[in-house]
């Protein structure tokens, strides 16, 4: 299939090769080719930079955003939180139109210190803001509870562990939860919370999440929803 | 130990039956004893009001906030999240001093309709708000992400599962940790998140549980944090 990822970033990165290695034909996007190709610096992390990164995965196409969306049957959303409307902007709701988004970006902001908050509150998601903008790309919140090596890889942590899915498109879904199964997602493992409201719960599960990485100094973890019997009088 | 719960809903109930049965002096805080007792109806899970399961629970001692806060070594929270400060404000400052605080309540707010939103946003959280506004109590946020039946019986649930731990005060979390292990918590599966601060992401944990329980049908469920190896490259 072909597949338009939206940022260059390690999520977009690790996304990327996957997909390669999955037999997709794919397409990386960014605000402007030549500044992403320049970034040859390595980050904390120690991956290259995106130029570097780039010389290494040949096969992966790069674009503007317009040039991807234009590209993808299927468009991942990896930009940073609150650069992915904008990214949208430049793609255009025309190219956007009919098109399934898997957003797996979050709304975190850093303007307030760290650890970052969210720029959404109780209220919405940037998942919701996402569809609200282009009613007519339809947009599936999902993998943006864990770090990329466990969104393409989840056998990375030991036993069962849960990837959520929202979106108000029942297809749209179900191509993804398919994705997610060529990742390597076991089905009982997916759970599909409803539609793209729901995308409230899962984004706000990032401010835990950032606070479990401190005290774990370990990226690598992922929330399991352990599920017992119902009591008799299970109230709250 | 002398302890005081706040709040006559289910999870008062609930934690002060299971305190009775460790051995704990339970003295359970309203804000108008002659009001709570008159509740008899049963609520939507079967269970009898107030003042029925007071009669069958007569060891528990019943009174105001101030009483209870008085009577009370340890101070357990299990008020709604939005009566918490009144009800705080009723035991008085010079009361609450210097006690510890586990506090179980979540910043649920039903006034923006169902499935309910949280009344703080992503930069403060209510056990800030109470520790702010109570700078000589120890306030420990526990147990608020998950139904009172798991809190005070971990067990319901097949094999590990987590619970969390925010405070500022290093004896105060000790002694939090103490009572849940009381309650079958193996020490393992209790994490210390930090300070405070970090009960922003336990409470914009209730989002997701909410949607959970509606997807699921079924209230027993808990988060566990499934942990892996971290890679040489390790991000985001």
Redo the contacts between chains.
Sequence with gaps: MKIAVFGT???GQIISEKLVTLGHDVMIGTRNVKDAMIKSTT?????PGFGEWHKANPIIKVGTYAEVASFGELIINATNGSGTLPSLEQAGSQTLSGKVMIDIANPL?FS?GMPP??FV???DSLGEQIQRTYPELKVVKSLNTM????MVNPS??????NV?VSGNDRDAKSKVKDLLKSFGWKESNV????DIT?A???E??L??????W???Q???????????????????
Tied chains: 1, 2.
């Design positions: 970033g390690v999520v980050d904390n992390f120690g991956r902001d307030k908050s969210l509150c109780n209220t770090n990329g090596y466990i990375l942590l030991p036993g069962d562990h959520f759970i599909d919370l409803g729901t409230r719960g899962t706000q599960l401010p835990v999440w950032i606070r479990l401190g005290v774990l370990n990226p690598m973890f992922n929330f399991k929803i352990v599920i017992g019997q119902p009591p008799k009088n299970a109230g709250e």
